[in-house]
């Protein structure tokens, strides 16, 4: 399995960004994908994660703003992102659960700032 993430950037304080992620190769099996992200000195933390008939988790710090969605048909999963924070600075992982296998993508970088 791949996972090829993008989207990540520069923005304002109060802005947005959408997250998108694809997966490739034999991607039979997954069942939920989440978003992960790790700032410098911090330990990698969940961001939001979707199971594969839609189930969603969120972080308390990004319940309200963020919103994880998944098209099956597409192998994509995305992270629209409002209301962005300073503190949402930090490198944003795509992850897939296969049969209890984790996979991650490259990560793409978020920065918050003015």
């Known amino acids: 399995v791949q996972l090829q993430a993008s989207g990540g950037g520069l923005v304002q304080p109060g802005g947005s960004l959408r997250l998108s992620c694809v997966a490739s190769?034999?991607?039979?099996?997954?069942?939920?994908m989440g978003w992960y992200r790790q700032a410098p000195g911090n330990p990698r933390e969940l961001v939001a994660g979707?199971?594969?008939?839609?189930?969603?988790n969120y972080a308390g710090s990004v319940k309200g703003r963020f919103t994880i969605s998944r098209d099956n048909a597409k192998n994509t999963l995305h992270l629209q992102m409002n209301s962005l924070k300073p503190e949402d600075t930090a490198i944003y992982y795509c992850?897939?659960?296969?049969?209890?296998?984790?996979?991650w993508g490259q990560g793409t970088q978020v920065t918050v700032s003015s």
């Open positions: 992850h897939a659960d296969k049969f209890g296998t984790p996979y």
């Open positions: 190769g034999n991607i039979f099996g997954i069942n939920t």
């Open positions: 979707i199971t594969s008939v839609g189930l969603t």
